[in-house]
T-cell receptor
Framework: DVKVTQSSRYLVKRTGEKVFLECVQDMDHENMFWYRQDPGLGLRLIYF???????EKGDIPEGYSVSREKKERFSLILESASTNQTSMYLC???????????FGAGSRLTVL | SQKIEQNSEALNIQEGKTATLTCNYT??????LQWYRQDPGRGPVFLLLIRENEKEKRKERLKVTFDTTLKQSLFHITASQPADSATYLC????????????FGAGTTVTVRA
């Protein structure tokens, strides 16, 4: 089974702190995604990557950046966390040619 | 702008009954549509995929229909069980070469024993 692992399940940070959310997949998937999920809004795409060192903005990239230095790892960075970034963050990956996303368990971030 | 709408209210049903969830979309021509299940505190898990040229798909007690004229998909859980209680998300993809799914907000189903 493909595994997508998000190392931090729960984080509490202060406004202005820099936050790193890490995601690792173990099945050599080219494509990786970061979504955030908020009640009533569904999943919204923040950033995605089709290959190493490649990134593209999704629908809501403001306040976020990403890093993909290795194929298996896709990191989401909040340079200066704000309270409106309190959310559930979900990482996903998919093999090129396939259609189904495999999600991690999520990282619940609270910014105080 | 593109919009995906699912049943806005939670669905509460008796065990053994059929749950029917709707997914309506506007300003979108998806190549295919997917349904995912999400349990509290977990990531979504894929259930079914249906392509634009398919009318219906089944998997065990699950059935999905896709009407591109009505711009609607229906998701049925037959002979529902308490273990089916979860949030169900529909997701649309613009083309088979594009992996950027757009998701609805989800419908929470509770099956009473």
């Amino acid at each position: 089974d493909v595994k997508v692992t998000q190392s931090s399940r729960y984080l509490v940070k202060r406004t202005g702190e820099k936050v790193f959310l890490e995601c690792v997949q173990d099945m050599d998937h080219e494509n990786m995604f970061w979504y955030r999920q908020d009640p009533g809004l569904g999943l919204r795409l923040i950033y995605f990557s089709y290959d190493v060192k490649m990134k593209e903005k999704g629908d809501i990239p403001e306040g976020y950046s990403v890093s993909r230095e290795k194929k298996e790892r896709f990191s989401l960075i909040l340079e200066s966390a704000s309270t409106n970034q309190t959310s559930m963050y979900l990482c996903a990956s998919v093999f090129s040619g396939a259609n189904v996303l495999t999600f991690g368990a999520g990282s619940r971030l609270t910014v105080l | 702008s593109q919009k995906i709408e699912q049943n806005s209210e939670a669905l509460n049903i008796q065990e053994g009954k059929t749950a029917t969830l709707t997914c309506n979309y506007t300003n979108y021509s998806p190549a295919y549509l997917q349904w995912y299940r999400q349990d509290p505190g977990r990531g979504p898990v894929f259930l079914l995929l249906i392509r634009e040229n398919e009318k219906e798909k089944r998997k065990e007690r699950l059935k999905v229909t896709f009407d591109t004229t009505l711009k609607q998909s229906l998701f049925h859980i037959t002979a529902s069980q308490p273990a089916d209680s979860a949030t169900y998300l529909c997701a649309l993809c613009p083309s088979s070469n594009d992996y950027k799914l757009s998701f609805g907000a989800g419908t929470t189903v509770t099956v009473r024993a």
